[in-house]
């Protein structure tokens, strides 16, 4: 709980201590480790395609990485070291034994809470430059968050879906649902404010598959009738009160207009990704099978627009805004199908099981990856990564009290010689 929670909140502080997320990911392996060694054993042995699956991908980074480069590359070390907790943290869960429930939830609560503090300093922020901020969003810009507008848009809907599971699933003490369904309802209205396309499509997406899991799996069709026309209130009113909101929506609409205008691209979100996308497709036509690495990717796009869009300023050169993009253009098709495979094998797991919570932290991700390069910045791979993991623990059966006090009452006669 303490190595997980300086993890999830670090995500919130990298900006001040970097390295605190790393501490988090260390501290877990080398509690795994410790767990391992003291009692002889590998906790999750079963499971260890679902959980050792993700490996692959740091497989991938180092041997297309080596084979276009060395070791002496400062850029390979760097992303070497980005993508380290796609080796460490597969292997804390899997050495690591079964989780309390309690402790899962108090997790997911670390999140919401911080989430929550993040929230009121940027809504601060806001107030305090109403004006200014209001006309950036007309700009393809956004009011400054910690982290970036784009990774805190994710852990909100992370944190909202976590919540709202938690809640009708009456896992928590009753003044702890009240407490989560407030948390919840507040971080759904910032979403909106907050106003990041992505963030609010995943948001919604991510709640749909919510909403039918409640009524086709569980029956629970007036719970799921009831947010449906909660969310629709709440999404009716943000768009009358939020200014943040109705500002982003003229921008995307002005914003597609212009995408058949190239020079648009240095000034537009959306046209400039657009634009990623095709210079990134000329790159892959020219390396389908094993693509260009990672590490000669930037250079090789700065040609392609070059060549392609000499309109484009280079400051405002993109890489891909998509992950399944950004590893086909990088590693070709061998390298895209083996990260499908490690990424999303451990989903047949949850599927099976009906672990709803881990089916959304996976929709989540994979539609943050279809705006984004999800996976390449350090925020980006540990929300990519360890919320997935943590939805996906397996949870003891009976906590320790509960175990010994099985233990300490009294049990059936035994019969016979």
Same mark, same amino acid.
């Given at each position: 709980m303490l190595w997980s929670s300086l993890l999830i909140i670090g995500l919130f502080v990298t900006d001040y201590i970097r390295s605190l997320p790393s501490v988090g990911v260390a501290g877990l392996f080398l509690t795994g480790i410790g767990y391992s060694l003291n009692c002889k054993c590998i906790a999750q042995r079963a499971r260890w395609p679902y959980v050792l699956s993700f490996g692959l991908i740091y497989v991938l980074h180092a041997a297309t990485g080596l084979w276009h480069t060395s070791l002496s590359d400062a850029a390979l070390r760097q992303d070497l070291v980005l993508q380290l907790p796609f080796l460490l943290l597969p292997v804390a869960f899997l050495l690591l034994p079964d989780w309390l429930a309690l402790h899962k939830?108090?997790?997911?609560?670390?999140?919401?809470?911080?989430?929550?503090?993040?929230?009121? #300093?940027?809504?601060?922020?806001?107030?305090?430059?109403?004006?200014?901020?209001?006309?950036?969003y007309l700009e393809s810009k956004v009011m400054p968050t910690h982290p970036d507008h784009i990774r805190f848009s994710l852990l909100i809907t992370i944190a909202a879906l976590s919540g709202t599971v938690m809640f009708f699933s009456e896992a928590i003490s009753k003044?702890?649902? $009240?407490?989560?369904? $407030?948390? $919840?309802?507040?971080?759904f209205l910032f979403q909106h404010l907050l106003a990041v396309r992505s963030g609010l499509v995943t948001l919604y997406a991510a709640g749909a598959i919510w909403l039918v899991w409640q009524g086709w799996q569980l029956k629970q069709w007036k719970a799921m009738l009831l947010s449906l026309v909660?969310? !629709?209130?709440?999404?009716?009113?943000?768009?009358? @009160?939020?200014?943040?909101?109705?500002?982003?929506? #003229?921008?995307?609409?002005?914003?597609?207009?212009?995408?058949? *205008?190239?020079?648009?691209?240095?000034?537009?979100?959306?046209?400039?990704?657009?634009?990623?996308?095709?210079?990134?497709?000329?790159?892959?036509?020219?390396?389908?099978?094993?693509?260009? *690495?990672? #590490?000669?990717?930037?250079?090789?796009?700065?040609?392609?627009?070059?060549?392609?869009?000499?309109?484009?300023?280079?400051?405002?050169?993109?890489?891909?805004h998509n992950q399944f993009i950004f590893n086909l253009a990088a590693y070709g098709i061998v390298g895209l199908v083996v990260f499908l495979v490690g990424f999303?094998?451990?989903?047949?797991? *949850?599927? !099976?099981?009906?672990?709803?919570?881990? $089916?959304?932290?996976?929709?989540?991700?994979?539609? *943050?990856?279809? @705006?984004?390069?999800?996976?390449?910045?350090? @925020?980006? @791979?540990?929300?990519?990564?360890?919320?997935?993991?943590?939805?996906?623990?397996?949870?003891?059966?009976?906590?320790?009290?509960a175990a010994l006090a099985h233990l300490a009452s009294p049990g059936p006669a035994i019969s016979g010689h």
């Amino acid at each position: 709980m303490l190595w997980s929670s300086l993890l999830i909140i670090g995500l919130f502080v990298t900006d001040y201590i970097r390295s605190l997320p790393s501490v988090g990911v260390a501290g877990l392996f080398l509690t795994g480790i410790g767990y391992s060694l003291n009692c002889k054993c590998i906790a999750q042995r079963a499971r260890w395609p679902y959980v050792l699956s993700f490996g692959l991908i740091y497989v991938l980074h180092a041997a297309t990485g080596l084979w276009h480069t060395s070791l002496s590359d400062a850029a390979l070390r760097q992303d070497l070291v980005l993508q380290l907790p796609f080796l460490l943290l597969p292997v804390a869960f899997l050495l690591l034994p079964d989780w309390l429930a309690l402790h899962k939830h108090f997790l997911w609560l670390v999140l919401i809470g911080s989430c929550l503090i993040a929230a009121v #300093i940027s809504t601060t922020n806001y107030l305090k430059n109403y004006d200014y901020i209001n006309q950036i969003y007309l700009e393809s810009k956004v009011m400054p968050t910690h982290p970036d507008h784009i990774r805190f848009s994710l852990l909100i809907t992370i944190a909202a879906l976590s919540g709202t599971v938690m809640f009708f699933s009456e896992a928590i003490s009753k003044r702890l649902r $009240v407490l989560t369904s $407030v948390g $919840v309802l507040l971080l759904f209205l910032f979403q909106h404010l907050l106003a990041v396309r992505s963030g609010l499509v995943t948001l919604y997406a991510a709640g749909a598959i919510w909403l039918v899991w409640q009524g086709w799996q569980l029956k629970q069709w007036k719970a799921m009738l009831l947010s449906l026309v909660l969310a !629709g209130t709440l999404f009716g009113a943000c768009m009358l @009160v939020f200014p943040t909101l109705q500002n982003k929506i #003229i921008n995307t609409q002005a914003d597609t207009e212009k995408i058949n *205008s190239v020079e648009a691209a240095n000034n537009y979100s959306v046209t400039g990704r657009v634009y990623s996308y095709r210079a990134a497709w000329a790159i892959i036509h020219q390396h389908p099978l094993a693509g260009v *690495s990672k #590490i000669k990717l930037a250079d090789t796009m700065a040609e392609q627009y070059k060549y392609m869009f000499p309109e484009i300023g280079s400051e405002h050169y993109l890489l891909p805004h998509n992950q399944f993009i950004f590893n086909l253009a990088a590693y070709g098709i061998v390298g895209l199908v083996v990260f499908l495979v490690g990424f999303y094998y451990p989903i047949w797991e *949850s599927l !099976g099981t009906g672990n709803i919570l881990q $089916v959304l932290m996976y929709a989540i991700i994979t539609i *943050s990856f279809l @705006v984004e390069y999800t996976l390449e910045s350090q @925020v980006g @791979v540990l929300i990519g990564l360890f919320f997935i993991l943590l939805a996906g623990a397996p949870v003891a059966a009976k906590s320790p009290g509960a175990a010994l006090a099985h233990l300490a009452s009294p049990g059936p006669a035994i019969s016979g010689h």
